[in-house]
């Protein structure tokens, strides 16, 4: 089991304890708190130079574990699902671009919610033309190799796919199970939609490949009521070697997660 925690490059993020304009100290946090990687938001690729963020991600001896790609729905109206074609077509080649990028980061890329919010009543042919407007995603992802992590976001963000079992579906089901399509199952969300933490690590199995780590109330772990040394337990239990990443808010505040971390991460080494 590895460890990342979120930063940001262009943009700055409730979910990342550097602005910014910070990113490089944010890799030098890293380092110093004792992670393996760090977990990058992009949201374009206008003006970046990705060999020079392996660079830097290769002097500080760290790995990138995804590219977070959701900032681009809010800033660009970019979508998969739900918008005119046109829109649809940008947001397939903003994937490819990132897919790229991850081929030379050697990280994944999240489909979060950039997938499209959907709505309950139009769910089943929301999931047909998500599934439609995932093919040539996952052809170019399986060329390049490089995993496609299916995020499951609550219904308070989306009507699709919210629970780790309802996402493990779609990707079984519609998408017939590709290789290169994982679950990144986010703690904060498993909590709200979730039958069991037990019952849906039993149920991903090695589909599950990414772990966003918060507490109950999106605080810094300890905060809120999760109990993460049991469930990161049974995790590793299964032969889990993928990452657990930090997507928490900085509360109870940010000097808790900036001095928080590397224990806390510490502690988690030795179940
Ligand atoms: C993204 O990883 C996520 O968890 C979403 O809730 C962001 O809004
Ligand atoms: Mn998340």
Known sequence: ???????????????????????????????????????????NYNGVDVEKIKDELDKRGLGCS???????????????????????????????QHIDAAAVLGSKVTIGLM??????????QDLKDLSEAMKPLIDYASKK???????????Y??????????????????????????????????NIED???????????????HIHIADSNRMFPGYGHTDFAAILKAVKDTGYTEYCSFECLNLPSLETVLKETGPWVQQMRKL
């Open 1 to 43: 089991m590895r460890f990342s925690s979120t930063v940001t490059l262009q943009y700055d993020t409730i979910f990342s304890a550097f602005s910014h304009g910070d990113f490089l100290k944010g890799l030098d946090w890293l380092k110093e708190s004792g992670l393996d990687s760090a977990e990058i938001c992009i949201s």
């Open 145 to 155: 190799g490089v995993t496609l992590l299916l995020e499951a976001i609550n219904r």
């Open 195 to 209: 039958i069991g933490y037990g019952r849906s690590i039993e149920r991903m199995g090695k589909k599950l490949q």
């Open 66 to 96: 995804t590219l977070s790609t959701g900032q681009a729905r809010g800033l660009e109206g970019l979508s998969l699902i739900g918008v005119p074609a046109d829109v649809t077509k940008k947001t397939q080649e903003r994937f490819m």
């Open 157 to 190: 963000e989306t009507a699709l796919l919210n629970s780790a079992e309802s996402t493990l579906d779609f990707i079984k089901g519609d998408l017939g199970d590709p290789d290169c399509v994982g679950i990144l199952w986010d703690l904060f969300h498993a």
């Open 115 to 124: 997938r499209g919010l959907g709505s309950q009543a139009t769910e089943k």
